[in-house]
């Protein structure tokens, strides 16, 4: 054995002091990864989970698709209008949701509570639209009571609107924080998991809008 | 005002569940009244219950485990007991509470006991053995800890405020649905699982990050020690498997809370379709408790026996190969759901090839102890035990796995014989060898090895014969959960299993004892050089108890066995070959109350979702968004262990392990 063995311990902060070449943090021989990847990095697994969550609810749905128990089905429920308003809504939220991103990069308070107020009012009105749905559904009688089809959709796309909800909360609560405490850089990584709440959410809503309305929107003699 | 709420809900009329509760509130009030009165409230809040350092979550999980391991158990004397006399009579259990007492038994050791215990001794030696000083998010583990507390809080308090479910320890639907359980059992089962879910998911995601994102320099993947990789598998498998029992719980609240039609056999719904779902989640549990069972048998096999693993790289490969294939397998546990011959034989030969990885997993340590001079410790004792009894179950799996085989075994005691078999000889054994390795590296001092070898022997013989009489009644025809029968063939057999049960009695009485005489033994018994088994991995670099910061300077890994090769070089040499590091300070997480507070929240709105008090659900997801508030705007998250300190305590570290060198240099 040479020398590199008999080194027990060095301070991290120097490096692995002239032993071998340097390497990147986090991955390997590098040592800790820095706190802002620790933290995006944990978050995007738990986006993983929330993805699988959803998966469990879409086969829930997928399964029991044809159940309606003498109920309306979804085409003849389903009004691609309002959905689309939804989606156009959701996805210009994204748009400045990025905006954001970039005014934090920036470090402009204005910017940056413009881009959030118009993400939460663009996230509000699509809350707005699917209450109108859900409630237009109920009135109705096509409650999610009414059959197993109904409970599955209600449940999966109310799962998705709960989820934005949330993320209105905690958006209102980031606007708080770099109001009261400036650009700190624990509230920027919040922010950081934040933005990736609110796409994660914009990308579950794509798989919503295709494989519960379009697929459920056509004809039942086109579907398998 | 309160829902459904009323005094009708305790009792009264019914003696053994209220004497036993009252028993338990009794006792935790003299424990409450004694802190106090000692004046160790103070120090318990501040040191422990607001604690973020993993290792202090870790042992506040074990012991939560080992709680909830009394209360399950006792549960399983009464019905083995139950059985015993329940011949050609009716026992001194009504059907309904003897319901409620399998049901209890289940949940209580998977998610109460089993669960906790992995999980504490994962968060208490992983980090250690990365060489870093904490996990990815110490007060996100708080917080997780406080929530598993929580839900098993709940689960004690349907001891006397209204009743358990009946359903078994999985609440199958159409039996766990409104219409036919229509109390609150199913719902504190509900709750409680879904609040000690989300702590348990929220672990998962905590050490995937740690172990991916936070190791020490020249800790390559292929360094880090067996018990690592076995936990990464079975966060993995957390991560992947516990979000699909949220959404299953949760469609089950919607059909009992608000009419929906998931699983209702009206409307349209689909009772089968739970059993899909919660075995999706369900069969990955069981490898995500025995997992880093197997990471733990591995750490000590290796350790007693004085050599490094046989097979690193195959027990790596093993260890994955179960991570993915035990997310493929779930349908073995409803092969008479008929879902055809094609399928049943795809998911039985699925079932059946996850044997192959685990095979490799026993040749590696039996190649290890082969030709070893292997000191047969306590710990040691365990994971033979373990091997023996382990391979006894996993043979029977194997038979279970056979579609034609299951179809007369299932739901029949010796499916009950099975499992127990599996997951005492290999979950408990696994924590229990855990605990006795890595007792002194939490405490400073070692357990008395005498009393924890003959508890092994109770524990050993007990399992025996508690289960080898289930295996033979089994395939007799006794199916699961009677609470009374009338064949006289199985009651000879159902005897000796009480015997069984008495006799593991002994042994967790012998466990007591053991950590009785150790803690007022504990001056003789310290371990002085932080090294008590000759250990080979980096927990025992550091001091027993090892500091908050747990390493003055991270290490730095050359190899495998990190602290083996330390040592080798150092004995080598004589001497402590690295020069005195230069210190700086550290800066450590701050205490939180987070965790603490969102759990009382918790237990609040659990509690009033079961009884339908409405405005306090409302009061406590007030509260709980308030706690997170005042979390984010903490100013300051940590403090700083200034370089004086940290010197200090290195350099009795070094001393102590300089005299240890040179004692072991005269020897």
């Known amino acids: ?224 | 005002m309160l829902g459904k709420l009323n005094w009708q809900a305790i009792p009264f009329d019914q003696p053994i569940p209220l004497a036993a509760g009252a028993v338990v509130v009794l006792a935790l009030a003299a424990l409450l009244v004694w802190l106090a009165a000692k004046g160790y409230m103070p120090y318990l809040w501040r040191e422990w219950i607001t604690s973020v350092d993993h290792k202090r979550i870790g042992i506040m999980y074990c012991l939560l485990a080992g709680v909830m391991l009394l209360r399950g158990f006792i549960d399983a004397l009464m019905m083995r007991s139950q059985q015993a006399l329940a011949f050609h009579a009716a026992g001194y259990l009504p059907p309904e509470h003897y319901n409620q007492i399998f049901s209890a038994h289940g949940t209580i050791m998977i998610f109460f006991m089993a669960m906790p215990f992995v999980i504490g001794l994962m968060n208490f030696a992983m980090p250690l053995q990365l060489g870093v000083r904490d996990v990815a998010f110490p007060t996100l583990n708080s917080v997780s800890f406080w929530l598993t507390a929580a839900g098993a809080l709940l689960v004690n308090i349907s001891l006397v405020v209204g009743e358990f479910a009946r359903t078994g320890w999985l609440p199958f639907p159409p039996l766990s649905e409104l219409t036919y359980s229509p109390g609150v059992g199913v719902d504190y089962y509900l709750w409680a699982i879904q609040i000690s879910g989300i702590g348990t998911l929220m672990t998962g995601i905590n050490f995937v990050t740690t172990i991916l994102k936070i190791r020490a320099p020249g800790m390559t993947y292929r360094r880090m020690s067996i018990f690592c990789w076995t936990t990464l598998a079975a966060s993995l498998v957390i991560v992947a498997a516990f979000p699909i029992l949220t959404a299953t719980l949760a469609m089950l609240t919607l059909d009992r809370y608000s009419g929906f039609h998931f699983f209702t056999n009206e409307g349209g719904g689909n009772a089968m379709m739970f059993m899909n779902l919660i075995w999706a989640w369900g069969h990955p549990e069981v490898y995500i408790l025995v997992l880093p069972a197997f990471g733990v048998f591995s750490e000590v096999v290796s350790t007693f026996c004085g050599k490094p693993l046989f097979g690193r790289r195959s027990m790596i490969v093993a260890t994955m190969g179960i991570c993915i294939l035990s997310l493929c397998v779930w349908l073995h546990h409803f092969f008479t759901m008929g879902a055809g011959a094609d399928v049943n034989a795809v998911f039985g030969i699925a079932s059946m090839i996850i044997a192959v990885p685990t095979g490799v997993k026993i040749y590696n340590w039996l190649f290890t102890m082969y030709g070893a001079r292997v000191r047969f410790s306590a710990a040691m004792l365990w994971s033979i035990g373990f091997m023996v009894t382990f391979i006894l179950g996993g043979v029977t799996g194997v038979l279970l796995a056979s579609p034609a085989a299951d179809f007369v075994l299932h739901e029949s005691l010796f499916q009950v014989a099975h499992f127990h078999n599996v997951i005492i000889g290999g979950v408990v054994f696994g924590v229990f060898a855990g605990y006795t390795y890595w007792f002194p590296k939490a405490f400073g001092f070692v357990l008395d090895e005498r009393l924890g070898k003959a508890a092994f022997w109770c524990w050993l013989i007990g399992f025996y014969l508690a289960f080898m009489p289930l295996y033979v009644v089994g395939l007799e025809g006794m199916t699961r959960r009677m609470q009374h029968y009338d064949r006289p063939e199985w009651y000879p057999w159902l005897l000796v299993a009480a015997v069984g049960a008495f006799v593991i009695l002994c042994g967790i009485a012998l466990q007591i004892a053991q950590l009785w005489v150790s803690i007022r033994g504990r001056a003789q018994r310290r371990d002085l050089t932080g090294d008590p088994w000759d250990g080979r991995s980096l927990e025992w670099a550091t001091t027993s108890p090892p500091p908050m910061f747990n390493f003055a300077v991270l290490p730095d890994v050359v190899s495998d066995e990190p602290y083996w090769s330390i040592k080798q070089q150092a004995r080598a040499q004589a001497q402590l070959v690295t020069p005195e590091p230069e210190y700086t300070s550290i800066e450590v997480p701050r205490n939180s109350a987070t965790g603490f507070v969102t759990a009382f929240l918790a237990v609040v709105t659990g509690f009033s979702l079961i009884w339908h008090i409405w405005w306090l659900v409302i009061l406590g997801l007030v509260g709980a968004y308030a706690t997170f508030v005042a979390f984010a705007w903490r100013d300051h998250t940590e403090i700083e262990i200034p370089a004086e300190e940290v010197a200090r305590i290195d350099r009795a570290n070094r001393a102590a392990r300089a005299a240890a060198l040179r004692e072991g240099a005269t020897r």
């Open chain 1, 1 to 224: 054995m040479s020398t590199p063995a008999l080194r027990l311990a060095h301070d991290p902060a120097l490096g692995p002091a002239g032993i071998a070449p340097p390497q990147v943090t986090g991955r390997g021989a590098g040592g800790p990864a820095p706190k802002r990847i620790i933290v995006g990095y944990g978050f995007w697994i738990f986006l993983l989970s929330d993805v699988i969550m959803f998966s469990a609810f879409f086969a829930a749905y997928a399964v029991l698709f044809k159940s309606t128990d003498g109920g309306p089905s979804a085409h003849e429920l389903f009004d691609l209008r309002n959905t689309a308003a939804q989606t156009a809504v959701l996805l210009a939220s994204t748009f400045t949701c990025g905006m954001a991103s970039l005014a934090v990069g920036h470090r402009s308070q204005k910017w940056t509570q413009i881009a959030l107020l118009v993400t939460g009012l663009l996230g509000l009105t699509f809350i707005l639209l699917e209450v109108r749905e859900f409630t237009g559904f109920v009135a109705r009688g096509a409650g999610p009571s009414r059959s197993a089809f109904l409970s599955s959709f209600f449940t999966l796309v109310g799962c998705h609107g709960i989820h934005v909800s949330v993320a209105l909360l905690w958006l209102g609560t980031m606007m708080a924080q770099f109001y009261a405490k400036g650009f700190r850089q624990d509230i920027r990584y919040r922010f950081l998991c934040f933005s990736l709440f609110w796409h994660a959410l914009d990308i579950v809503w794509v798989a919503i809008f295709n494989l519960v309305y379009l697929v459920g929107s056509l004809p039942p003699e086109l579907l398998p």
